[in-house]
């Protein structure tokens, strides 16, 4: 069975200072990972996902993320946010060949301060 | 395209009541799935029906929860009866097949048993 660890719960930050909310996973099988973010009362939005190819993956909103398979990690960054990101970030896995089911980390709170 | 719709929004009820939730994908989208989101975790897969079969429900609380799809189209969850570690955002998403993971999330509906 997969499962997701965020490492911190919660990350505060000033606008237009780079952020890093790491993430790491443990499965038995090849894994893809993805990263979604969920605004206040909304449902979850895809930033980004690594299905193959390039283990550095862009995603929408000026976010990045780099698989590290050796490290089993898939951490989120953006070198400058935005009040605008304050949001909770949540990485998901789900096993290769499998139902598409994905197994969700419980979250990251990113808060922006001006 | 409309995204995936659910309905009510909110709801309150007592334990031991019963409620039902209703979730309509997007066109075209042949699988469907329910999440159940408890404050402060990440979203856990409670079913998923790839047209108007069951997938996967290995998490799903049958003695309490059920649903069905109709016509592989809309989807309802029902809860009888209900308790209060049933508190939760209930999230509906669908998808097409294919392995894109191209999920589309509703924007729940909050479920507070008191």
Redesign the interface.
Known sequence: AQS?TQLDSQVPVFEEAPVELRCNYSSSVSV?L?WYVQYP??????LL?Y?SGSTLVKGINGFEAEFNKSQTSFHLRKPSVHISDTAEY?C?V?DQGG?????????TKLTVNP | EAGVAQSPRYKIIEKRQSVAFWCNPISGHATLYWYQQILGQGPKLLIQFQNNGVVDDSQLPKDRFSAERLKGVDSTLKIQPAKLEDSAVYLCASSRTGNDYGYTFGSGTRLTVV
Not at chain 1, 41 to 46: F, K, S, T
Not at chain 1, 101 to 107: E, P, S, T
């Open positions: 997701v893809y993805f009362n909304q449902g979850l939005q895809l996902k299905l949540f998901a789900s139902s598409e089911k994905l197994v969700f980390g419980k979250g």
